[in-house]
């Protein structure tokens, strides 16, 4: 299915220059910290769905629409620390280089459907199931990321 991405948010950050100059190129350590509100989501047609129960086929056309995302009420904080060099490129342009790690907890991952009813067993179940198995992943995803960056900034 498609999966559907949206990320919101903000960050500030500290950049400590090796020279003490922060016009000039150079060297730097930076800090930041992110608060965000990541958001992925998919969206699958349970009515199209088929399961057994016994030899039994069965198909759920009252189901409506699954959404699996991660939780949209939550907000993520994302810290990092990168090492980089600042190059001038005239008195306003700059350009940088980035290389560091940043630490990424996902939010837990929900289900939700277009109707508020309750389900069949068997796709109660499964949809349980699956979630639970996603959110095994994700607190077996590794949180620490090595991050790169090239960036090009105006001072005004």
């Given amino acids: 299915n498609n999966i559907e991405f949206s990320n919101l948010g903000g960050e500030i950050s500290y950049k400590l220059f090796a020279r ?3 016009y000039s190129s150079g060297f730097y350590a930076k800090a930041t910290g992110e608060l965000t509100n990541l958001s992925i989501k998919t969206k699958k047609d349970l009515t199209k769905e088929a399961g057994k129960i016994g030899g039994v086929s069965m198909t759920c056309s009252a189901c409506g629409i699954l959404t699996v995302e991660t939780d949209p009420n939550k907000l993520i904080f994302i810290p990092s620390l990168t090492i980089g060099y ?7 342009l700059y350009t940088n280089i980035e290389i560091g790690a940043q630490y990424i907890k996902l939010a837990e991952v929900i289900w939700s459907t277009n109707i508020g009813q309750d389900y069949p067993p068997f796709i109660q179940e499964e949809i349980d199931k699956l979630i639970s198995d996603i959110n095994e992943i994700r607190n077996d995803i590794i949180n620490i990321i090595p991050t790169a960056k090239i960036t090009l900034s105006y001072k005004l």
């Fill in 20 to 22: 003490k100059n922060a």
């Fill in 86 to 92: 600042q190059k001038k490129i005239n008195k306003r």
